[in-house]
């Protein structure tokens, strides 16, 4: 790449009618082996810019680096009932088949009891390099005349994702904790490949509401974030199993941290002749914190510290018992000589090591209260 991207952005080609994203769903899931990029886009298109195309295509570019290989295609996901009444929050009327040709199945109008209906479409989208993706949306087949006026056009997809993007930051505490901060930025102009920046300006698309969904393991607390949140909630797994697969495998329980952000579009500041609108840039910062050592470690060394000491005692009573009980055997007092002694080591050097171990632990405890996390990267602010 020539220059890397900072900012998300959707540009979309040939097509000067369309100015803005609807809704724009983003869900950053943080599992323990994986980052998984999870991207939901509805526009808005009047019927009569269907006539005469065959297809919309756009352009996502992405400061979350997209994994070779890795972006699967939601469509048939969506059209399970169960998972779309999940995502949307409502209850579905009816799945209802909007391509001419029997063939095909791209496109499906998806009609819910408490919201506008959505026509789910099939996109074929391609990764282009590491922070740039294709989408082709197939409108040539679908049954124009069945078309809602407006129509709401929705697609989603997901990729996997690297730690390695720079807009992750993560910390490096001394292993006290493990800290994590999401940079997410939409339409930030200046943080978008320079080379393709007039193109980028012509081309992309404003956000009318953008929904950001961070899910992280129950363990990592929340520490910062610029914008108000709507609600944190737990993840039913039960259920969001059938949406996301790797779930499945995944003792840990999770919680969904909800923002949305109004976008929309702001006048040029260096055209004052004219009221050009151009997208309203959109920027958030949130930021997790696991700890690693917790007073329970100093609870644990302390626990196995009085029951080593215990066993070293209660060995003392016992070999006076036996003593009584064989004098006079002394192969078997030399046996039992031999254990209690064996004993005695053992016990004693855990009960040692235990002790130094609480003490360790204890320390690092203290010291965790107070240090401040020395991050790997900075934010530089703009």
């Known amino acids: 790449m020539e220059s890397e991207t900072r900012s998300f952005a959707v540009c979309v080609e040939d097509f000067e009618n369309l ?3 609807k809704k724009l769903h983003l869900n950053i899931w943080q599992l323990p082996k994986d980052l ?11 019927k009569i810019f269907f006539k005469g195309r065959s297809y919309f295509k756009f352009i996502l570019y992405t400061p979350f680096l997209v994994n070779l290989n890795s972006i699967e295609q939601l469509y048939d996901c969506f059209r399970e009932k169960n998972v779309t009444q999940l995502i949307f929050n409502d209850e579905v009327q009816q799945f209802k088949p909007m391509n001419r040709t029997s063939q095909n199945d791209t496109a499906t109008l998806v009609s819910f009891y408490g919201r506008e209906p959505l026509l789910l ?5 391609d990764r282009l390099n590491e922070q740039k993706i294709e989408i082709l949306l197939n409108i040539d087949d679908l049954k124009h005349e069945e078309i809602e006026d407006p129509c709401n056009l929705y697609l989603r997809f997901r990729y996997k994702s690297s730690l390695k993007s720079k807009n992750i930051c993560i910390s490096q505490d001394g292993g006290f904790s493990d800290n994590i901060f ?11 490949p320079i080379n393709e920046l007039t193109n980028i300006q012509r081309n992309c698309l404003g956000v009318d509401d953008l929904y950001i969904f961070i899910i992280q393991e129950f363990d990592r607390k929340i520490t910062t974030y610029e914008k108000d949140l ?18 499945k495998s995944i003792n840990n329980d999770f919680i969904i941290y909800y923002w949305k952000i109004k976008g929309g579009f702001s006048e040029d500041p260096e055209r004052r002749t004219t009221t050009i609108q151009i997208p309203k840039a959109i920027n958030m910062v949130a930021g997790f914190e696991k700890q690693k050592v917790s007073f329970k470690q100093f609870q644990a060394g302390v626990l196995i510290n009085v029951f080593s000491a215990g066993i070293i005692y209660s060995n003392k009573i016992f070999r006076t018992y036996f003593d009584k009980l064989f004098e006079g055997n002394k192969y078997i007092l030399r046996l039992i000589t031999s254990i209690s002694n064996l004993l005695d080591i053992i016990f004693f050097l855990l009960f040692v090591i235990s002790f130094l171990y609480g003490v360790a632990k204890l320390v690092r405890f203290t010291i965790s209260l107070y240090k401040k996390p020395n991050f790997k990267f900075s934010f530089r602010r703009w």
């Open 19 to 21: 100015k803005s994203i």
């Open 36 to 46: 998984i990029v999870d991207i939901g886009i509805q526009v808005v298109i009047n």
């Open 121 to 125: 479409l099939k996109a074929e989208i």
């Open 182 to 192: 999401y940079d997410i930025r939409f339409n930030e102009m200046r943080l978008l």
């Open 230 to 247: 709507e609600y944190i909630r737990f993840l039913e797994k039960e259920h969001f199993g059938s949406y996301l697969k790797e779930l």
